[in-house]
């Protein structure tokens, strides 16, 4: 959202000064403060702040799960190379974001783990017993 408008020498941005403002302002607003407030009146509310983190979201079918950055050719579409789903964007973006999200809720561990060589895995929440069914059977 805040990447530079100013282009290149041989093709210079237009509206520089303008973007440039609008780039202070977005910067501006704090988010890593607005996270910090949302997670703690949850906490206090009795709820639960899932951070899911963005890298891939728009890159990867929810369909297939598929990652590739061919998916997105354009900014708005989004068309899996590997399976074919097509449909916007933003909405395959959401879709992985709280997939990724129930997830976590449903199973516990890491959000995407797959994308974090170095996290911290967690223990699932929730496990089948394993030597409690053979013992029985």
Known sequence: MSRSASGTRQAPGKNVKAKSGLNRAILDQGWGEFRRQLGYKLKWAGGDLIVVPAQ?????????????????KIQESFCCVSCGHAENADVNAAKNIVAAGHAVM????????ELHEHAVKAAPVKQEPTEAIQACA
């Open 56 to 72: 891939y979201t728009s890159q990867q079918c929810s369909g297939c799960g598929h990652i590739a950055q061919e998916n997105r």
């Open 106 to 113: 449903a199973c516990g561990g890491d959000v995407r783990p």
